[in-house]
């Protein structure tokens, strides 16, 4: 594929033709569902063939080859966005069904609402009142939180709206009402905002929960009415793995195509970028589940790093990365950095490389004779403003493992917050020769 047919399609937002299932629930962090197309496209991939997406997110991948009917499996380690692939490929509820149970969800949790004054189209512009029994999380999970994330009001609709879910529980429709709920807990409900890191804006004394919910499970029904008519009983299955061990989730010699972007080397922490909803929706309740999570993902940030950790081995053989830690040290010391965090930039971008290349070799048993990948990745100059090419670097990864590239192409420029300088993320091409 050249540069140039990328680059013509280099946006990054949702084409309202694509919306459909795609803008149920979408990372922050996504890739377009036309890149995938394009790779697919390019690649000749077609209904005999499987895709794999070993860092699939909210499957973008995955729903496009089901779309076009083509067979695909993801992987995925953060629980919260695995049930948000399979939700997205579950196309099965009954459109009219799903709407009326969500409505007698939303009246009994009006009516709970009610109890204590809150009418759900009318916020409270003041401060709770101290005797107001609100509900509250756990204070455990409440810990895991971004302080200030959710203010208490909207916290406790949300509560109470979970609670009516539970009671009416119906196994046909449970998923999409939950994936409605992480929707609108990011969008409408919390005090959350996304930039270079996700962080806390001015808060939200108040703001309705019932109602953004029950019209996003209206949008879902719409999309579904269409979707259903596409259903066509090809395979799409995700694994909730680690894209460094995929021997237990994968068959040999069963992939023909990879499309696929994994984490950048940056301080983005990308378990923080979905920690609401993963801790309201009972995905993570505590320290531990937490912990257990960010070590099974690519070591991307300082973060998920941990003494044990030793992906940092598999890159002493690149030299260009022994290169780029070794500046980015120097231009601490320099600066005179010495926090915790700094101190951790070289050994980060060390187990970073090397994490890829664990996983590039993994795949490897897997691919069939002949497979076509796609990597969307993005350069970098997060650790101290050093740049790193990271495509270049993942390429060279890749030849040595016997990978041939054929190419990397310019998907998007995106301006650096830190330098203002202009930041390629690219597509790196390769061939599995076998």
């Known amino acids: 594929m050249c540069a140039r047919i990328a680059a013509g399609?280099?946006?990054?937002?949702?084409?309202?033709?694509?919306?459909?299932?795609h803008a149920w629930y979408r990372f922050v962090l996504s890739f377009p569902p036309?890149?995938?197309?394009?790779?697919?496209?390019?690649?000749?991939?077609?209904?005999?063939?499987?895709?794999?997406?070993?860092?699939?997110?909210?499957?973008?991948?995955?729903?496009?080859?089901?779309?076009?009917?083509?067979?695909?499996?993801?992987?995925?380690?953060?629980?919260?966005?695995?049930?948000?692939?399979q939700t997205k490929l579950d196309w099965s509820p009954d459109p009219r069904l799903l709407v009326e149970h969500a409505r007698l969800v939303a009246s009994e949790a009006r009516e709970r609402l009610a109890w204590l004054g809150l009418d759900d189209c009318h916020p409270r512009l003041e401060e709770p009142d101290d005797c107001l029994p609100l509900r509250a999380l756990p204070p455990e999970a409440e810990r895991l939180l971004l302080t200030g994330s959710i203010s208490p009001l909207p916290l406790h609709r949300t509560l109470v709206l979970q609670e009516c879910m539970r009671e009416h529980h119906d196994s046909h429709f449970s998923r999409h009402e939950m994936l409605a709920l992480a929707d609108v807990l990011v969008h409408s409900i919390s005090n959350l905002h996304f930039g270079p890191e996700v962080g806390v804006s001015s808060p939200k004394t108040d703001t309705p929960v019932i109602e953004p919910w029950i019209k996003t499970v209206?949008?879902?029904?719409?999309?579904?009415?269409?979707?259903?008519?596409k259903a066509n009983g090809i395979e799409a299955k995700v694994h909730r793995a680690d894209a460094r061990n995929l021997s237990a989730v994968l068959d040999r010699s069963s992939i023909d195509a990879v499309i696929t972007s994994p984490p950048y080397p940056n301080e983005k922490d990308y378990s923080r970028t979905t920690r609401?909803?993963?801790?309201?929706?009972?995905?993570?309740?505590?320290?531990?589940?937490?912990?257990?999570?960010?070590?099974?993902?690519?070591?991307?940030?300082?973060?998920?790093?941990?003494?044990?950790?030793?992906?940092?081995?598999?890159?002493?053989?690149?030299?260009?990365?022994?290169?780029?830690?070794?500046?980015?040290?120097?231009?601490?010391i320099e600066m005179g950095k010495t926090s915790g965090f700094e101190r951790l930039y070289p050994r980060v971008t060390k187990l970073y490389f090397g994490g890829m290349a664990r996983h590039l070799a993994e795949l490897r048993p897997f691919l069939r004779p002949g497979a076509r990948l796609a990597y969307v990745v993005g350069e970098q100059a997060s650790y101290?403003?050093?740049?790193?090419?990271?495509?270049?670097?993942?390429?060279?990864?890749?030849?040595?493992?016997?990978?041939?590239?054929?190419g990397i192409d310019l998907f998007r420029t995106r301006l650096a917050t830190a330098t203002k300088n202009q930041l390629r993320e690219e597509v790196v091409v390769l061939h599995w020769p076998g």
């Not at 399609?9 to 299932?21: F, S």
């Not at 209904?47 to 083509?70: A, M, N, Q, W, Y």
């Not at 949008?219 to 269409?226: E, F, H, I, P, R």
């Open 34 to 85: 036309h890149l995938v197309r394009d790779y697919l496209k390019s690649f000749d991939i077609g209904s005999t063939h499987r895709v794999l997406d070993p860092f699939c997110g909210t499957g973008t991948v995955l729903v496009e080859c089901r779309k076009l009917g083509i067979p695909s499996v993801g992987v995925e380690i953060n629980p919260v966005l695995h049930f948000a692939t």
């Open 384 to 406: 101290l403003q050093v740049m790193i090419h990271t495509g270049r670097i993942l390429a060279d990864i890749a030849e040595s493992l016997g990978y041939e590239v054929r």
């Open 276 to 332: 609401l909803e993963s801790v309201l929706l009972g995905f993570i309740h505590n320290l531990s589940e937490l912990r257990a999570l960010k070590k099974g993902m690519i070591r991307s940030n300082t973060r998920g790093v941990y003494k044990e950790d030793n992906d940092d081995s598999w890159s002493n053989r690149y030299p260009e990365v022994q290169r780029i830690a070794e500046q980015i040290e120097c231009r601490r």
């Open 218 to 229: 209206e949008a879902m029904a719409d999309d579904l009415q269409a979707l259903r008519l």
């Open 9 to 21: 399609n280099g946006h990054n937002k949702l084409l309202r033709q694509d919306r459909a299932p």
